[in-house]
């Protein structure tokens, strides 16, 4: 009887592991490639804006799919994803994901669908907001759970936050108060968690060694939570006029300004980690998921920069933001590149051989 296995089954076989084992901030893709088209959109760019939008979607089809099959066949690998404090704030990336494929859509005048997005995407986002942090920090076995504190903790920001521009956006055409409410209760709520997930990281890095494989560029989530919030802050300053927003409009404002000084003073310190990383450590530099948290920060603090300067007449600011956007993109294509690049050996054969090490 023959041992060989037909291309079929190996081509499923590497399916099924590939999504048994789909890291939880895979979403991070369709944020990257949706605030670029967003970008994109703002600077006048719609065939540029049209493709990226069209390969972010395509994305979050597959990985919604992936996720929901994972959930139905793998419950263990997601439950040790809930209760892995390093990659369980991951799955916020879902949130945020929804809600910038819900803002393009409002660009393009699809205003029904956006806010079908935003109810799907505050859904999630109250029950992974008190799921992933009982069962990752809280509920996870190993203690401290501050010594496995990352950069994708900032992603529960990013999360909040992308619902305050989702709300923010749609406020103007369906003016509806509960909008105006959502988008500052979801941009204060925001600004909260970004100081604590702050303090967190912070502590780790302080408290715990700090290894070249340890600095992930999960951390680049850092300057893209500050930016997005900059960008909330913004959208709601652009808010029709309610009392709601004359309350919190000139704070919301204000804060904006502040963070995007801070997201701007990040980029020295982010690039000198990944070059002790990988010059001074000489880590190789390989494509890993984690590289799309770091693509998105980019495009996202170029979007900030642009609508902030709309808001507030910035024009330093917004020709910052333009340069930015392109650099973004390019970063995009060389991550994107290296995603497309098959690697020496396949997930099969890479987990069967792990597996076999194991005691």
Known sequence: MSDVVSPT???LARVRDGVEHLDPGYFALVMAS?????????????????AFFALATGAYGVLTIGTVWRVASHRAAMADDLHDP?????FFTFVAATNVLGVRCAMAELPRVALVL???ATASWLVLGYLVPWTAVLGSAERPALARANGTWFVWVVASQSIAVSAATLEPVFAHRALALLALFSWSVGVVLYVVAGVFVVARLLLYPITPEGLTPAYWVAMGAAAITVLA????AMMTDTPTTALMGGLAGGVSAVLWAFATW???PLLAAGWWRHVVHR??????PGL????????????ASLTLHMAEGLGVVGAVGAVELWFSVAVWLVVFAGMLVPRSRGPVEATTTERGARP
């Not at 799309?292 to 979007?303: E, N, T």
């Open 9 to 11: 089954t190996r081509s």
């Open 34 to 50: 949706g605030i670029i088209s967003v970008g994109m959109y703002v600077r006048g760019f719609g065939a540029v804006s049209d």
């Open 86 to 90: 390093s990659r369980g704030f991951g």
């Open 118 to 120: 935003l109810l799907v």
């Open 233 to 236: 802050g913004s959208r709601i």
């Open 266 to 268: 990040l980029f020295p």
């Open 283 to 288: 880590d190789p530099l390989r494509y890993e």
């Open 292 to 303: 799309w948290s770091m693509v998105f920060p980019l495009g996202m603090y170029a979007v």
